[in-house]
């Protein structure tokens, strides 16, 4: 009985961490009813690609605003996708007030094969899109993610010059999403083998893999909009709430009844966009003023 356990978490320990590290993605042909570039949308954008520091290149569009603003959003998307499915869903309202850059992260997409590590290295990628962003004169600037996006950005924030911050359906803990998906799968004991996958997906990427609860108080004081989708079962609405709990002020969070994992945006509607706009309001306007209308009004930073 202990060889067969031992075999057990052994296949798991090394599947399980090869899957998170290099992850079957999703390619353009699953979603081919979408729009696959902002041109299809009838929107200006200039493809983009920029080098993070580790020497990793990625692929991506920075889609100018709609009106005269230096205000940007860095758009981030989820755990073996890209960032096509997101276009559609955010860049249009997005750009009517803001900048928006859209990259796919390393080892995703149309940018350079890499490990992926649920957000660790992935920071350096959200270090590269700010450098691009701010070497066009651009700022100040929000990041804005989806899943693994939203725990990337709570991430990289920290150490970045950005004003704020939106998680959507971002897991608190890095292993709850890699339970889930064995519980999904009716594999015994997830708890101890969500342990062990983090474990050999950290050595099999010589990177050290950080949960995200682990560093969002550290956000602060940088604004925190944090979106729970009620009926998530990939990552529950419970970790929106501990990313909370743990993060300093001025922070906020907003749950979307009826919404499954990804699908905030879609069953929050209009009252979705207009709570991020107003979000992205308080927390990127105040800085975009001029320093003598910023002074007399107060930072919020």
Do not use: C
Not at 77 to 87: A, D, K, M, N, T
Not at 161 to 175: G, H, K, L, M, N
């Amino acid at each position: 009985m202990g060889a067969v356990t031992a075999g057990y978490f052994g296949y798991v320990g090394v599947v399980g961490s090869r899957r998170v590290v290099t992850p079957v993605l999703h390619g353009l042909d699953e979603v081919p009813e979408l729009p696959t570039s902002p041109a299809d949308l009838g929107m200006p954008h200039e493809a983009v690609r920029f080098t993070t520091d580790d020497g990793v290149t990625l692929d991506g569009w920075l889609i100018p605003a709609a009106r005269d603003t230096r205000a940007a959003v860095i758009l981030l998307h989820g755990f073996s996708w890209h960032r096509v499915p997101w276009l559609s869903f955010f860049v249009p309202w997005l750009r009517e007030r803001y900048h928006v850059l859209q990259f796919d992260f390393r080892g995703h997409g149309a940018s350079d094969p890499a490990a992926t590590t649920l957000g660790s290295a992935e920071r350096r990628d959200v270090a590269a899109a700010v450098r691009l962003l701010e070497g066009r004169g651009l700022g100040p600037i929000a990041l804005y993610g989806i899943s693994m996006g939203g725990a990337t950005a709570i991430l990289a924030a920290p150490d970045l010059p950005v004003a704020a911050v939106i998680a959507d359906a971002a897991y608190a803990d890095i292993r709850h999403p890699i339970e889930n998906r064995m519980r999904e799968a009716r594999l015994p004991l997830p708890r101890l083998g969500a342990w062990l996958i983090v474990a050999g997906a950290a050595v099999r990427s010589r990177t050290r893999l950080i949960s995200p609860v682990d560093r969002v108080a550290a956000v602060a004081p940088r604004g925190l909009l944090l979106i729970a989708p009620r009926e998530d079962r990939l990552v529950s609405w419970r970790q929106s709430v501990r990313l909370h709990e743990a993060a300093g002020e001025p922070k906020e969070l907003y749950v979307v009844p009826g919404a499954a994992h990804g699908e905030a945006r879609m069953v929050g509607g209009e009252a979705y966009t207009q709570r991020v706009l107003a979000f992205l309001e308080r927390h990127l306007e105040a800085e975009a003023r001029p320093a003598d209308a910023k002074g007399a009004a107060g930072s919020r930073l």
